[in-house]
């Protein structure tokens, strides 16, 4: 059975961090790209990051780069996202994404083939 599982989510003060991991199982993620998006209510699911299968490179939106970081581990099947200096506005529900792509990466959440169920992350104090 084919499942992407996000985990470390959770509730972190301002200026906080968090690593949410992505783990996969049923299938091999070193073959693919894989992004993390993020949603609140009412608002467009939003891609935050993603590391490509190949070299590795990767991409980060705006509102994230320089305090994220997006990695991934082969052997063990699972991708990270390191979030350090956390604001009220990165709370939303986290979600990892694997798309079969032999190189480079997407935010395009319509490109993706397998999606997780979703972490919450809350930054408050």
């Known amino acids: 059975q084919v499942q992407l599982v996000e985990s470390g989510g959770g509730l972190v003060q301002p200026g906080g961090s968090l690593r949410l991991s992505c783990s996969a199982s049923?299938?091999?993620?070193?073959?693919?790209?894989v992004g993390w998006f993020r949603q609140v209510p009412g608002k467009e699911r939003e891609g935050v990051s993603c590391i490509s299968s190949n070299d590795g490179s990767t991409y980060y939106a705006d509102s994230v780069k320089g305090r994220f970081t997006i990695s991934r581990d082969n052997g063990k099947n699972t991708v990270y996202l390191q979030m350090d200096s956390l604001k009220p506005e990165d709370t939303a529900v986290y979600s990892c994404a694997a798309q079969h792509l032999r190189a480079g990466c997407t935010v395009n959440k319509k490109a993706y083939d397998y999606w997780g169920q979703g972490a919450q992350v809350i930054v408050s104090s």
């Open positions: 049923g299938f091999f993620l070193d073959i693919y790209a």
